[in-house]
């Protein structure tokens, strides 16, 4: 059972709406990511973090931002959400190469 | 960046018979690293090979790596139901730290 939890599971929300998705883990990994994948694609880095006050965006461009204050949280916002927006979006954390664990996900949706 | 691309896009096969997909890549890698997904569900990690490594087993699973081809196989011997789901293989190199490129998958049905 995963020790990274995502919120909300689902978000149906307005064109130009604020909304940060949340992701927490409970195993102290230092690294975290944001991966956005939109269905029967493959999963794309769009920012990641080494460590508290460390982030940094990932290879696909996102209008989105993170913030790392605390080692076990890593949320992500959205200031103006669009129908673009609309994905999947996938939350991990790891210690080393070996034990990356991924979140169940969010499923955005930007009417 | 796209790094690997695994190859069928959909497998259908049924319980019993193994299932093989493939992953190729571009660049010289660390490791690469296959991962399952269920159905609008997060990813499972499953095995990670070395870039120094040619063959590797857990369980039911066989994987493979060809770094002079840039490819690595992934066996699901004697394939169940419940192995139903999207495959990804993913890799990193030095450039990337620990962030993963992943490929855009293969779609397993195991029918009964």
């Known amino acids: 059972e995963a020790d990274i939890y995502q919120t909300p599971r689902y978000l149906v929300i307005g064109t130009g709406k604020k909304i940060t998705l949340e992701c927490s883990q409970t195993?102290?990994?230092?690294?975290m990511y944001w991966y956005q994948q939109d269905p029967g694609m493959e999963l794309h880095l769009i920012h990641y973090?080494?460590?508290?006050?460390?982030?940094e965006k990932g290879d696909l461009s996102s209008e989105s931002t993170v913030s790392r204050i605390r080692t076990e949280h890593f949320p992500l916002t959205l200031e103006s959400a669009r129908p673009s927006h609309t994905s999947q979006y996938l939350c991990?954390?790891?210690?080393?190469?070996?034990?990356?664990?991924f979140g169940s996900g969010t499923q955005l949706s930007v009417l | 960046s796209q790094q690997g691309e695994e190859d069928p896009q959909a497998l259908s096969i049924q319980e019993g018979e193994n299932a093989t997909m493939n992953c190729s890549y571009k660049?010289?890698?660390?490791?690469l690293q296959w991962y399952r997904q269920n159905s609008g569900r997060g990813l499972v990690h499953l095995i990670l090979?070395?870039?120094?490594?040619r063959e590797k087993h857990s369980g039911r699973l066989r994987v493979t790596l060809d770094t002079s081809k840039k490819s690595s196989s992934l066996l699901i011997t004697a394939s169940r139901a419940a192995d139903t789901a999207s495959y990804f293989c993913?890799?990193?190199?030095?450039?990337?730290?620990?962030?993963?490129?992943f490929g855009k998958g293969t779609s397993l049905l195991v029918t009964p």
């Open positions: 991990a954390s790891s210690k080393s190469e070996m034990d990356r664990v």
């Open positions: 195993m102290g990994h230092d690294k």
């Open positions: 973090s080494y460590g508290v006050n460390s982030t």
């Open positions: 660049t010289s890698i660390n490791n």
């Open positions: 090979i070395r870039s120094n490594e």
């Open positions: 993913a890799t990193s190199n030095s450039n990337s730290g620990y962030a993963l490129n």
